[in-house]
């Protein structure tokens, strides 16, 4: 464009908003002019794809292992993309996943041998290689044996493991049996009492630490590390593990070795998800608890003003599970007061976490959200605040925790009662005097009558004052809510 005028250029609309951009609308003079496309890719980044199992399974029994897609090098966090890709078995395919952060994938392997497990064809390309976790070490071999444990939970003596309370007994039997191969069906090897080392290794988070894993109120060690435990087998070789209690949350596994005869027995259970009991909220200024729940509360708190929002996960014990990842944390707002019967009232915002609000409302549902720095005690923001006069009503809920739809309810909590911060006065109409003046005289004294009647002041407002009160939170703004 040629001439001695301006041209006005500006960018708009990003055409990939919820990832990298990978390209915006260029305006001319607020006109689309086109678009532009960045050399960047718009591909979420995976670090490396990780097989976590056990190192070792049954000829007689279905194996299982869990594949992650992480994005970080720990393992730390899995990504939040749907990808596609291949399992394979000493390159031979087994399946084809389709998942969001993790999977757990079964199979069968009949023959007494080392087998070597393996990714490939991912739709997610990753920027390091392969990861296994064997639960010792990074070895991605796995040792099929025709004799050894397997791990049995409820009365139909499933292998797989539903998800657990942290911190509760399981609500149905966990039971380890010693089997053998008998063409291809696991039987019993042998009866009685016997001292098997049990351990419990942690899989989702993978870092060793945590709280115990109990089997009758005795610690169980992390693996690789084992406890010896007295067990009962049955005639079906079958013993009942007592009182287990997982006092953390994640994903686990369990191990169990027993030495016979020069002969090592070994087993694992299917990885299983323990969840926390509850998720706890709480609203704090400084030492006071912000849980008013009436126009008439004691606890009092400057709309705008920043008060502390925590968000905690904990067994059912009420301890904290420092092992707890979060998976979609949601919220549900409820503005309780002043309720929509009061004309004129409106829903606030309450900032959750940095430059993120969530609107009141009455009748509200749960939103999805992120929570400011969830770690291993939980999320603590200092700089929550609600715009508006009023009372609220909190819930939270951790709607898809393990990325497998498990959710984790809360006790919703009130908050309250917010004022505002301060008043505002200004001066609508200034007013204007009237004398009335003694005969003789053009002026009148503060403090004088009127002399005809001896009962009002000389000195009064032709045009009355008006001043203007308004109520306003921290930030400046109006509450209308205040009345």
Not at 153 to 182: C, H, M, R, W
Not at 267 to 286: I, K, N, Q, R, Y
Not at 317 to 333: A, D, R
Not at 337 to 343: E, R, S, V
């Amino acid at each position: 464009r040629t001439g001695a005028d301006y041209l006005e250029v500006s960018i708009a609309n990003n055409i990939r908003s919820n990832q990298a951009p990978s390209g915006y609308e260029i305006l001319r003079d607020g006109a689309l002019g086109g678009k532009v496309h960045f050399g960047c890719s718009a591909e979420p980044q995976i670090n490396h794809y990780e097989i976590a199992h056990d190192g070792n399974g049954l000829t007689c029994a279905a194996e299982t292992v869990t594949i992650k897609a992480c994005i970080d090098e720990n393992c730390t966090n899995l990504s939040t993309e749907s990808v596609t890709l291949d399992f394979l078995v000493d390159n031979a395919l087994i399946s084809s996943p389709t998942f969001t952060g993790s999977t757990d994938i079964s199979f069968n392997n009949t023959d007494v041998e080392t087998v070597t497990l393996s990714v490939a064809n991912a739709t997610l390309t990753a920027s390091d290689s392969v990861v296994c976790d064997d639960g010792i070490g990074a070895s991605c071999n796995l040792e099929f044996s025709n004799a050894g444990f397997r791990f049995l939970y409820g009365d139909s003596n499933e292998s797989t493991l539903p998800n657990q309370i942290s911190g509760t007994v399981f609500p149905e039997e966990l039971k380890l049996q010693a089997v053998k191969d008998n063409n291809g069906v696991c039987e019993g090897i042998f009866t009685s009492n016997k001292n098997i080392d049990l351990s419990q290794q942690n899989v989702t988070p993978t870092a060793p630490a945590g709280l115990d894993f109990t089997v009758n109120a005795t610690r169980i060690e992390k693996h690789p590390n084992f406890t010896a435990t007295s067990l009962n087998f049955d005639a079906d070789s079958i013993a009942i593990i007592p009182a287990p209690i997982y006092h953390d949350a994640g994903q686990i596994r369990l191990h169990a070795n027993y030495d016979v005869g020069g002969i090592t027995l070994t087993g694992s259970s299917d990885p299983f998800w323990v969840s926390p009991a509850e998720l706890v909220v709480s609203a704090t200024s400084g030492s006071t608890v912000l849980n008013g729940a009436s126009s008439s509360a004691g606890p009092t708190h400057a709309a705008g003003e920043n008060f502390t929002l925590t968000v905690s996960a904990k067994n059912s014990l009420g301890v904290v599970t420092p092992n707890y990842s979060p998976g979609q944390i949601e919220l549900k707002l409820e503005r309780t007061g002043p309720t929509p019967a009061l004309t004129g009232s409106v829903n606030g915002d309450l900032t959750y976490a940095a430059g993120a609000t969530l609107s009141s409302s009455v009748g509200s549902t749960f939103q999805d959200v992120t929570l400011t720095n969830f770690n291993s005690l939980g999320s603590t923001f200092n700089g929550a605040q609600y715009s508006e006069v009023g009372l609220l009503n909190l819930d939270v809920q951790d709607s898809d925790y393990g990325n497998v739809g498990i959710t984790i309810p809360a006790e919703a909590i009130n908050i309250g009662r917010f004022v505002p911060d301060h008043f505002e006065q200004t001066i609508v109409t200034n007013g204007s005097f009237l004398a009335t003046c003694n005969i003789g005289t053009t002026f009148a004294y503060s403090g004088q009558t009127d002399e005809a009647t001896g009962l009002i002041g000389a000195i009064s407002y032709l045009t009355k004052p008006v001043l203007a009160i308004t109520a306003r939170n921290k930030r400046g703004d109006r509450t209308q809510n205040y009345y």
